[in-house]
């Protein structure tokens, strides 16, 4: 009998019947409307027995919402993110050029990825993937002044392209009309006022983890690890997340907020202040940003906390070990990297922490997903070196962090895009909620501080959802 060969990697194997394929599922085709007078909220809201999407990046302006799926893109294993840029290429390079609108009118694709690449659903999580990326069947997208309604679906083989054309525009009017004309959704300001709210790590548990890192970094085995620890909300009525986004925007309007709900009612939310990458054609975005510190009661006191934070031996090294392994990863692919050599503060309405903007032209542009891959999870969420504190948190984190501090965002036609890390975040399903927090921990941390600095993380979504407690 012949030995079998040897069989090839399967990491970047396309996974029959699984990967969208345009010859089989069909091609993308879709129609765009300018979407003058339709509120966002009141979009999702109507969309809400149906999947749903949102992101907003306060810096650019920026809104996106999307309901219902034309199309899911799923990825697996160590191939997760080569398996959604191909698919990603197929369906853009493949979409039928018709009802051209501006850019910004654009199918786009939103999800993200699991923080660990073997992610496993369990109750939390049972309706998130590895990697998922859904195409939403209505986009609406606002921007400086500017909406855009835009239909998408898939054009079966052997379809007129015409009469579906034509029944998408058809489709599209009747959905613009109907937004029209529902009252404004204005979401109640949060209140869960019977809520149940608890910790289950205990201090005690909390404190032990962190002493295990810190003979960890004793015997030269890490210098640094991010640690996460859960909260839990148990409400006698529903969460409303609308209501919670809607918080977000308004409270943190220099963040990124998103949801992604890709089964109704289960719903990941959050805004986080950290981009991980953005990539426009050659253009690269990202940022190191970790050491943190509490907000003052007035702007003195501010202003205290920050010049100790920008003084702190402790931050600026964990702070530092971020900006070095961005820069180290970017290099080989880079020109132009740029990075301040002092940190700025970034200042939010529960926290402020240290910030570098990085900037750099990419070499050979081929979309952010690349750029995503090779940075997840940069030490500000996994630790450094990388391989230690992944392995250090698998085996001592109680709770798997399923998407929690791992990259969501979009893609565009272009494949270019942007991801923020999806910290200040909580999964909601109905009536419970679980709130993701962490703080990097190095040799000088203190378990009490650490657990402090957690506790500010909590506050934005707590508040979000009504239930804040001082
Ligand atoms: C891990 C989180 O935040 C990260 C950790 C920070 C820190 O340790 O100072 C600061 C910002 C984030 O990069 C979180 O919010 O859950």
Known sequence: MTPHPPRPPQADLPSPGVEYRPDFQGRLIS?????EGIDIYTFLRHGEQQPRFYWRDGSQDIQFAGVGVALSLMGWGEGRFHQIQRQARSLFT?????????????PRLFGGFAFRQDFVPDF?????????????????????G?????????LAPGESARARQQALQEALAARYRLLRSLPKVIPAPPSAPQVEVDYPLSYPAWAAMIEEALRHFAAGRMDKVVLARICQVRSPTHLDIDAALFH??????????FLVEPRPHHAFFGAPPELLVAVQGSRLQTMGLAGSAPR????????????ELLA???????HALVVQAIQERLAPLTTALTAPATPEIMRLSNIQHLFTPIQA???????VLPLVELLHPTPALGGWPRDAALAFIQEHEQTPRGWYAAPVGWIDRNLDGAFSVAIRSAVVQRRRAWLYAGAGIVAASRPEREWEETGWKFRPVLEALGVWRG
């Open 146 to 154: 500017e909406s855009w309604l835009t239909i998408n679906a898939l």
């Open 312 to 318: 702190s031996a402790k931050d600026r090294h964990e």
């Open 248 to 257: 977000l925007d308004q409270r943190y309007p220099g963040c990124y907020t």
């Open 31 to 35: 129609a765009c409307c300018p979407a």
């Open 361 to 367: 032209e990419l070499r050979r542009p081929d979309g």
């Open 124 to 144: 939390t999580w049972a309706a998130f993937h590895p990697a998922h990326f859904i195409l939403p069947h209505y986009q609406l997208v606002t921007c400086r």
């Open 94 to 106: 493949q979409a039928l050029a018709m009802d051209e609108g501006p850019s910004l009118a654009a």
């Open 296 to 307: 003052g009661a007035t702007p003195q006191e501010d202003e205290a906390l920050a010049a």
